[in-house]
DNA sequence: CATCATCCGTAGCCATTGCTACATTTACAT
DNA sequence: ATGTAAATGTAGCAATGGCTACGGATGATG
């Protein structure tokens, strides 16, 4: 009987680093989009933009140095590595295509901005062909 | 220039609360499944269903105890509560509502089981109406 | 009713992401 | 050149969710 039990689709093993990935997008996408807006990126930009402190802020930077996505040195602009601007892109596309479905499905402006921001990072390859063959 | 920085519409202040009730949402949901299944909830079919350690189940279940969604003795099975069982039927039938959305968009079954799992904590009440409607 | 496998709880470790409080660096203005 | 405000770093705490190792509880079986 208990053999009968499926198992998720998505193990739960990988809830944290799952989280951790998640958190590296947002920031590449994040520093990409400030610094194209006004320049560069600081940590208090960053901390100003997610509504953290910027200690958190400044924790997390420092591991996505170490994953080689971003680059700063102390007191000084954060700014994206070849490999964290690549995933920028990539990232950042792959949202406005959800925003962009979300809104063409009917859901109005707010809301497709608030739910595109949690769905995205869950939206694989396939589902994402289909958000943009439905766009067409 | 630096009050020109949109926050995120879905402030960072509240990922590891949001995180948390992810994971409210998905134990409740498991718990109402393995019960119709087989009639009763152990803690080992929690484990083996999200591929945890039981251990990691117990301290969720403990916590979702005190938030009384969750219910059981020690060394007994666990159960819904009122409030519990209320949450699971809604989570279920969000779910469905987004899986069988993802396959009507042309997402293959694999891939939609994946993503639904995902996606559905993002889903807010406008952008599930939209997708009822896309059902239609 | 004793034994043993299975189930479950506890102790204690790590990583991630929040925080406040305090220290340090930078940069600008006088 | 010096002082000060703003920006950033560091120390250390909490909550959440992973884990292994160990020990106690339960229940089925002889």
Redesign the pocket.
Known sequence: M?DKIKARSVP??????R??????EDYVEAVMELIEEQGEC??????RY??????????????LQEEDLLY???????ELTAKGSKLAKRVKERHLIVLAFLIKLGVDKVNADIDSEGIEHHVGSKTLAAMKKFLK
């Open positions: 208990k739960f093993s990988q809830t944290r680093s989280h951790a990935s998640e958190t590296a600081r940590v208090l930009d960053l901390a997610f509504n953290v402190s910027h200690v958190t802020v400044s924790r997390i930077v420092k591991r700063s040195k102390p007191y000084k602009p954060v």
